[in-house]
Nanobody, 121 residues
Framework: QVQLVESGGGLVQAGGSLRLSCAASGRTFSINAMGWFRQAPGQEREFVAEISRSGGRTFFEDSVKGRFTISRDIDKNTVYLKMNSLKPEGMAVYYC??????????????WGQGTQVTVSS
């Protein structure tokens, strides 16, 4: 089994930045893709970004391209999401996800508990 623990959420003004971290523990050797989803109140969970095991491939949701970056430290079993130029519509609970397959999906194998990101306008 794999456990994911997120950190780094909080309150930020619109236009500001935050960096989220997700540390994996347990059977981390089984993890392939890692990344982030988010869920705003009253909305469905949506994909934000993911990164391959090697870090060589990244994918982003269209609305965050150019503002968010994702990186991964294999030695620390940690994935990071740096969010710049945050917008009020980015306010949501951000969930870390990991999968044994090369791509994440809404039914990925492992999920964190989520970390709240609040953006004030």
């Amino acid at each position: 089994q794999v456990q994911l623990v997120e950190s780094g959420g909080g309150l930020v003004q619109a236009g500001g930045s935050l960096r989220l971290s997700c540390a994996a523990s347990g059977r981390t050797f089984s993890i392939n893709a890692m990344g982030w989803f988010r869920q705003a109140p009253g909305q469905e969970r949506e994909f934000v970004a993911e990164i391959s095991r090697s870090g060589g491939r990244t994918f982003f949701e269209d609305s965050v391209k150019g503002r968010f970056t994702i990186s991964r430290d294999i030695d620390k079993n940690t994935v990071y999401l740096k969010m710049n130029s945050l917008k009020p519509e980015g306010m949501a609970v951000y969930y870390c996800a990991a999968d044994r397959s090369p791509r994440l999906g809404s039914s990925s194998d492992y999920w964190g508990q989520g970390t709240q990101v609040t953006v004030s306008s």
